[in-house]
């Protein structure tokens, strides 16, 4: 049981590149995160999604784009990247059922240099 | 709004020792706190969370907290503390009543254990 994978680990990217994280999970979750980890700040919710086909903005959504064609996977993606968007990116899913009590299960995060 | 405070960045405490990393929130509705675990290069791990009942909720690797609704406080405590407790822990709310969609965390609290 794998839990949540995201791809690619690291990655260094030239301003105005454009790139996707993958992430899958295979636990059949309904809900699913992307999240942005800063030094000092904590995690900032980027998108997040209910099911396949919806996804809303989450706090920090400026400069990505989702989708979530599947149950199982909630690809971000970075159009244009910026300086500002180096960061580490953690995705993670919840079980629709536990509702607001629903504990997140997070992937191992992805590190990504803009420079 | 919801938010979490976490006073401290840094705590460090002797092997042990008890040790109790705090935690504050600020919700409309009924609060749903989580505790999580950050170690090295590695993405978050759940430890225990309070949704409702006993204020005092035990959770992995010995750790517990106790709510307190009064001081609106979640902190986090283990009775004797061990090396291998040295991580970064989040502490996070949902508000019940805004729904499930965000889990908003504190910037964490790096926990060094002394031998």
């Known amino acids: 049981n794998a839990g949540v994978t995201q791809t690619p680990k690291f990655r260094i990217l030239k301003i105005g590149q454009s790139m996707t994280l993958q992430c899958t999970q295979d636990m059949n979750h309904n809900y699913m995160y992307w999240y942005r980890q800063d030094p000092g700040m904590g995690l900032k919710l980027i998108y997040y999604?209910?099911?396949?086909?919806?996804?809303d903005k989450g706090e920090v959504p400026n400069g990505y784009n989702v989708s979530r064609s599947t149950t199982e996977d909630f690809p971000l993606r970075l159009e244009l990247a910026a300086p500002s968007q180096t960061s580490v990116y953690f995705c993670?899913?919840?079980?629709?059922?536990?509702?607001?009590?629903?504990?997140?299960?997070f992937g191992e995060g992805s590190r990504l240099t803009v420079l | 709004a919801q938010s979490v405070a976490q006073p401290e960045d840094q705590v460090n405490v002797a092997e042990g020792n008890p040790l109790t990393v705090k935690c504050t929130y600020s919700?409309?509705?009924?609060?749903?706190l989580f505790w999580y675990v950050q170690y090295p290069n590695r993405g978050l791990q759940f430890l225990l969370k309070y949704i409702t009942g006993d204020n005092l909720v035990k959770g992995s690797y010995g750790f517990e907290a106790e709510f307190n609704k009064s001081q609106t406080s979640f902190h986090l405590k283990k009775p004797s503390a061990l090396v291998s407790d040295s991580a970064l822990y989040f502490c996070a709310v949902r508000d019940g009543q805004t729904g499930a969609n965000n889990l908003f965390f504190g910037t964490g609290t790096r926990l060094t254990v002394i031998p």
């Open positions: 993670a899913s919840s079980y629709a059922d536990r509702g607001p009590g629903g504990e997140l299960f």
């Open positions: 919700v409309s509705g009924n609060p749903y």
């Open positions: 999604s209910v099911g396949a086909g919806i996804t």
